[in-house]
């Protein structure tokens, strides 16, 4: 049986998804989580096999997800399913740790065969992903090109994360269970470290990074 962690903050799209698994003899839901702050813990709580992320998850960009969970439980293989095929949420996703990236266009069949593959130690790719730069990326091992982001400490991706999404200082001490204090500090390094001036600058770094949709 494969256990499946379901990380999507749409209900509608989690009872599909949920729907279309547990119809399958070999596929079991073991939990759902609409949060990226939550899913690394939820993964440890369940120990599903595979989790079906969505990049676009609030709290906590996708691509610092991955990286999350794959630190804490490097045994649960995370499978992207996303609506955008931009080469940096590719990259990036591939280039921390995830085994596959699918479309939210593709067909049922589809994301089946990508969940059994993806549980046997393979690889997936959307096949229109794959036709555009996917197959090079993964035969060179390119790795994402670093920058001030790899200065960041944990945290301080959290915070930027929950900035470019506009919260208030006390909704992201709300959300991340500390001090307001602790936030304005954590707001000021990144700041700093990233040579932001404006909300702004971090909206278009955002963007730019994959912290944030571009339709947002």
Request: glycine share 8%.
């Given at each position: 049986m494969i256990h499946v962690l379901l990380a999507e903050d749409h209900t509608v799209v989690r009872q599909g998804l949920r729907m279309l698994l547990e119809a399958e003899p070999d596929l079991s839901v073991v939990g759902e989580v609409d949060d990226?702050?939550?899913?690394?813990?939820?993964?440890?709580?369940?120990?599903?096999?595979?989790?079906?992320?969505?990049?676009?998850?609030?709290?906590?960009h996708g691509l610092e997800v991955?990286?999350?969970v794959t630190r804490r439980a490097p045994a649960t293989r995370i499978l992207v399913l996303s609506m955008y095929a931009r080469e940096e949420y590719v990259r990036g996703a591939l280039a921390n740790g995830a085994a596959g990236y699918l479309l939210?266009?593709?067909?049922?069949?589809?994301?089946?065969?990508?969940?059994?593959?993806?549980?046997?130690?393979?690889?997936?790719?959307?096949?229109?992903?794959?036709?555009?730069?996917?197959?090079?990326?993964?035969d060179s091992g390119t790795a994402w090109a670093a920058d001030s982001y790899d200065t960041l400490?944990?945290?301080?991706?959290?915070?930027l994360g929950l900035m470019a999404e506009g919260c208030t200082n006390a909704a992201m001490a709300k959300r991340l269970f500390i001090s307001v204090r602790?936030?304005?500090?954590?707001?000021?390094?990144?700041?700093?470290?990233?040579?932001?001036?404006?909300?702004?600058?971090?909206?278009?770094?955002?963007?730019?990074?994959?912290?944030?949709?571009?339709?947002?």
């Open positions: 990226g702050l939550k899913v690394a813990d939820r993964v440890c709580q369940t120990n599903p096999d595979i989790v079906l992320l969505d990049l676009g998850l609030p709290g906590l991955i990286r999350h939210k266009g593709s067909d049922s069949g589809e994301v089946v065969t990508a969940i059994r593959k993806v549980a046997g130690g393979d690889r997936y790719v959307s096949a229109e992903v794959a036709n555009h730069f996917v197959s090079a990326f993964l400490s944990n945290r301080e991706r959290e915070v602790t936030v304005e500090t954590h707001r000021r390094n990144v700041m700093r470290k990233l040579g932001f001036r404006s909300q702004t600058d971090v909206v278009r770094y955002a963007l730019r990074r994959g912290i944030l949709p571009p339709d947002v």
